[in-house]
T-cell receptor, first 114, second 111 residues
Framework: GENVEQHPSTLSVQEGDSAVIKCTYS??????FPWYKQELGKRPQLIID?????GEKKDQRIAVTLNKTAKHFSLHITETQPEDSAVYFC?????????????FGKGTHLIIQP | SQTIHQWPATLVQPVGSPLSLECTVE??????LYWYRQAAGRGLQLLFY??????ISSEVPQNLSASRPQDRQFILSSKKLLLSDSGFYLC??????????FGEGSRLTVL
């Protein structure tokens, strides 16, 4: 089955700086890579995703890149703000095939220092 | 639009007592449904998933069970809770394109 590794487990950055979270996956058949943000005590929410037919996707201050050859993908947050503080999860799956859902990384606790 | 409801939001139960968490989805038909658990720390552990009424797949053997009596209803149960069952339980649904959407979660404390 799929295995997703996520680094770092904790990331502290100054407000206004950029943050990068990296994930690797093991199953070359995976073709869907979402990122979730979970604020304290709340449910994870989808913030951006990418499919294997593209290499990069942006949404305002958030971007995700995918390298299928190396089997890794990354989340980039620019101009970080206090509200970006949360736990971020990457995930991978083969969409349109298996129903066993996403395989998640263990999460990154992002801390934005004022 | 699709919505997912999960309840109760919080519960405190003694060891050995039963458990029932319920989840319903509105605005879609024949969704894939999931139960995840998030223990202390951060990881999301898949417990059960279902592709249709009465169809349940278990990812982790334990004293929990799941049922899907209706297309958009998913229930997580236990006959006797253990201390290790404490955690944040999340119901989720997905469509064929892979996006997964979570309910608001149920925080269970077993004493």
């Amino acid at each position: 089955g799929e295995n997703v590794e996520q680094h770092p487990s904790t990331l502290s950055v100054q407000e206004g700086d950029s943050a990068v979270i990296k994930c690797t996956y093991s199953d070359s058949a995976s073709n869907y890579f979402p990122w979730y943000k979970q604020e304290l005590g709340k449910r994870p929410q989808l913030i951006i995703d990418i499919r294997s037919n593209v290499g990069e996707k942006k949404d305002q201050r958030i971007a995700v890149t995918l390298n299928k050859t190396a089997k890794h993908f990354s989340l980039h947050i620019t101009e970080t703000q206090p509200e970006d503080s949360a736990v971020y999860f990457c995930a991978a799956s083969y969409s349109g095939g298996g129903a066993d859902g996403l395989t998640f990384g263990k999460g990154t606790h992002l801390i934005i220092q004022p | 639009s699709q919505t997912i409801h999960q309840w109760p939001a919080t519960l405190v139960q003694p060891v050995g007592s039963p458990l029932s968490l319920e989840c319903t989805v509105e605005g879609t038909s024949n969704p894939n449904l999931y139960w995840y658990r998030q223990a202390a720390g951060r990881g999301l552990q898949l417990l059960f998933y279902s592709v249709g009424i009465g169809q349940i797949s278990s990812e982790v053997p334990q004293n929990l069970s799941a049922s899907r009596p209706q297309d958009r209803q998913f229930i997580l149960s236990s006959k006797k809770l253990l201390l290790s069952d404490s955690g944040f339980y999340l119901c989720a649904w997905s469509i064929y394109t892979g996006e997964l959407f979570f309910g608001e979660g149920s925080r269970l404390t077993v004493l």
